[in-house]
T-cell receptor, first 113, second 115 residues
Framework: DAGVTQSPTHLIKTRGQQVTLRCSPK?????VSWYQQALGQGPQFIFQ???????QRGNFPDRFSGHQFPNYSSELNVNALLLGDSALYLC????????????FGSGTRLTVV | AQTVTQSQPEMSVQEAETVTLSCTYD???????LFWYKQPPSRQMILVIR??????QNATENRFSVNFQKAAKSFSLKISDSQLGDAAMYFC????????????FGAGTRLTVKP
């Protein structure tokens, strides 16, 4: 049973560019959450998608946007990249709200130069 | 807003020994869920153990157990018979069942296991 799949695994972008990260949830899961993890820190919540709608959002600017598709897969888009956006971006899936925990992917390492 | 605090940036344990990682949290809610996640160098967060706040019995999963002190808002993780494969970052996390709340993480504790 495949877990959470994220692509790409690594990415280098230039300041001001736009980036799209992709996530396929674990089979049977319908909710996708995105987290940003800066080096040496804990994950910070970006937003969560359920039934193709953004259900909740963390303290991130509008440059961060997302989408969920009918097959529950999701995209994270970041516009006008800043150096401070360099981080590991983690996708997590769950059945419902995640009372039994999330299943995480291995993340996308984004470097902005 | 709920906050999660892990006061030990780094911990070290000898192989086969026992180590306890600390976690405290701040909340005004009576029902919630607590988790410990392990993040090895592969970067994937792996669920170690889960505790429901309304259950007084401490959760256990093989060599991993928790000491849940609801009144003190403390949720420590005990790893018994430590193995080299236990070396990783460990994150404590809180999730409220209300208002579609997200899962909030502490800053993590880096565990080193010495052979």
């Amino acid at each position: 049973d495949a877990g959470v799949t994220q692509s790409p695994t690594h990415l280098i972008k230039t300041r001001g560019q736009q980036v799209t990260l992709r996530c396929s949830p674990k089979s049977g899961h319908d909710t996708v959450s995105w987290y940003q993890q800066a080096l040496g820190q804990g994950p910070q919540f970006i937003f969560q998608y359920y039934e193709e709608e953004e259900r909740q959002r963390g303290n991130f600017p509008d440059r961060f946007s997302g989408h969920q598709f009918p097959n529950y897969s999701s995209e994270l888009n970041v516009n006008a990249l800043l150096l401070g956006d360099s981080a590991l971006y983690l996708c997590a899936s769950s059945k419902g709200q995640g009372d039994y925990g999330y299943t995480f992917g291995s993340g996308t390492r984004l470097t902005v130069v | 807003a709920q906050t999660v605090t892990q006061s030990q940036p780094e911990m070290s344990v000898q192989e086969a020994e026992t180590v306890t990682l600390s976690c405290t949290y701040d909340t005004s809610e009576s029902d919630y869920y607590l988790f410990w996640y392990k993040q090895p160098p592969s970067r994937q967060m792996i669920l170690v153990i889960r505790q429901e706040a309304y259950k007084q019995q401490n959760a256990t999963e093989n060599r991993f157990s928790v000491n849940f002190q609801k009144a003190a808002k403390s949720f420590s993780l005990k790893i018994s018979d430590s193995q080299l494969g236990d070396a990783a970052m460990y994150f404590c996390a809180y999730r409220s069942p209300y208002n579609n709340n997200d899962m909030r993480f502490g800053a993590g504790t880096r565990l080193t296991v010495k052979p």
